[in-house]
C-alpha cells in the first residue's frame, strides 16, 4: 500500500472510532506516546483516551479537507496532517480543526500513534 492510501486508510479509520466510540483508540496509542491537544501535553495511551472521552461533548461529526503526508526517517514511520471540520451536536457551525499524526510501524505490521498534535484554527 502506498503511503498516500496509508494515510488516507488511517484518517478514515481514526475519525470513524472517534466520532463513535472515543475508547476505541486506545490500541492506536502506546506507552510513549504523546498527544497535544490545543497545547495541553498528555502521554500515554490510558491518559490519552481519558483525556479524549472526557471532552465536553459526546456528538461530533468530522468532515476532512484534505490529508498530506510524508515517509519519516529510517524506521518506516510516516507523518500525517490533517484539516477539516468538526460538527458538535447542537451547534449550528462546525468549528475547523488541523491535527498532525506521528505514526510508527509496530513488529505486527501496523502503525501506532507515537505523536498526535491537534488544535481548533479560529479565524
Known amino acids: 500500500m502506498d503511503p498516500d492510501q496509508l494515510a488516507k486508510a488511517f484518517v478514515e479509520h481514526y475519525y470513524t472510532t472517534f466520532d463513535a466510540n472515543r475508547a476505541g483508540l486506545a ?6 506516546s504523546m498527544l497535544t491537544f490545543e497545547g495541553q501535553k498528555i502521554q500515554g495511551s490510558q491518559n490519552i483516551v ?3 472521552t472526557s ?7 468530522h468532515s476532512i479537507s484534505t490529508v498530506d ?14 484539516s477539516g471540520n468538526l460538527q458538535l451536536a447542537g ?8 491535527q498532525m ?13 507515537l505523536n ?4 481548533l484554527n479560529y479565524a
Open 50 to 52: 481519558a483525556k479524549l
Open 69 to 82: 503526508c510524508q515517509p519519516s526517517g529510517p524506521a518506516g514511520g510516516m507523518l500525517v496532517f490533517v
Open 91 to 98: 451547534e449550528q457551525h462546525a468549528l475547523k480543526f488541523s
Open 101 to 113: 499524526f506521528h505514526l510508527m510501524p509496530t513488529p505486527q505490521g501496523s502503525f501506532y500513534v
Open 55 to 61: 471532552l465536553p461533548f459526546q456528538q461530533c461529526q
Open 27 to 32: 490500541n492506536l496509542y502506546q506507552e510513549g
Open 116 to 119: 498526535d498534535i491537534f488544535r
